[in-house]
Nanobody, 115 residues
């Protein structure tokens, strides 16, 4: 059974930092492209960052310079470091693992930024 479990969300003050984790089981992370998305209430899910199997990264323009995606294949875990948090970074963050037609989602982790 494949599971993606996000963690690391919580309440943080504006300007602070968080490191989100996505621990995966039932799959070999090394062959999967990993993405982080976020979704605010009433809004569409937004792609935030992508990391390929060989470590290439891509970021949404809205978060460039503040967010770093990384992966540790040995630990089967992906990460999202978010710095200089603002209230606009408040949505639920989801990780996604994709290999050809296979796509898996985690349950999400809530980030709340207080101003």
């Amino acid at each position: 059974q494949v599971q993606l479990v996000e963690s690391g969300g919580g309440l943080v003050q504006s300007g602070g930092s968080l490191r989100l984790s996505c621990a995966m089981s039932g799959i070999a992370l090394s062959i999967y492209v990993v993405s982080w998305y976020r979704q605010a209430p009433g809004k569409q899910r937004e792609l935030v960052a992508v990391i390929t199997t060989d470590g290439n990264t891509n970021y949404a323009d809205s978060v460039k310079g503040r967010i770093t995606i990384s992966r540790d294949n040995a630990k089967n875990t992906a990460y999202l470091q978010i710095n200089s948090l603002t209230p606009e970074d408040t949505p639920v963050y989801y990780c996604n693992a994709r290999f050809i037609e296979r796509k898996y989602w985690g349950q999400g982790t809530q980030v709340t930024v207080s101003s």
